[in-house]
């Protein structure tokens, strides 16, 4: 039985470029990792380590370079999040392009946009932060 998302990791092409993406854009925090024999940090959201990044391990060192935009089957990572009108400011600011999706009847907002290597990202903010919508 699955309990809600424990976390998720991104290999990341430059490792402190998409640290500082999910830090200074997504509002995550650096926080404890254990001492693993690689580089990475774990990035924490609400107490708990949400996203994990890996730099580059010995044994990476025979696989092909790390390219962005090729996730395979993955598709996106979501997140519940609140601030809305923080959050688009703070995408605005770096230069972010997302796309901003208002639910059918619930109202709730959705933004939809990519960290530096290409992985996709959906928030989803709750019906109240939503500017009022004409009826439907």
């Known amino acids: 039985m699955l309990h809600g998302l424990n ?15 999910y830090v200074d854009v997504l509002g995550l925090e650096v926080g404890f990792r254990p001492p693993l024999d690689f580089p990475g940090y774990w990035l924490w959201s609400a107490g708990q380590p949400t996203v994990h990044l890996i730099g580059m391990r010995e044994k990476d060192s025979a696989l092909p370079p790390r ?3 090729a996730t395979g089957l993955f598709d996106h990572v979501a997140f519940t999040a609140s601030g809305l009108a923080e959050t688009k400011q703070r995408l ?3 230069k972010v392009d997302y796309e901003e999706r208002v639910l059918p009847r ?3 907002t959705q933004l939809f946009f990519r960290d530096p290597d290409g992985v996709s990202i959906e928030l989803n903010f709750p019906a109240h932060e939503t500017v009022p919508q004409a009826a439907e």
């Open 7 to 21: 976390h998720y990791t991104v290999c990341p092409k430059d490792l402190e470029r998409t640290k500082d993406f």
């Open 92 to 94: 605005k600011t770096a």
């Open 106 to 108: 619930i109202h709730n």
């Open 67 to 69: 390219e962005v935009g």
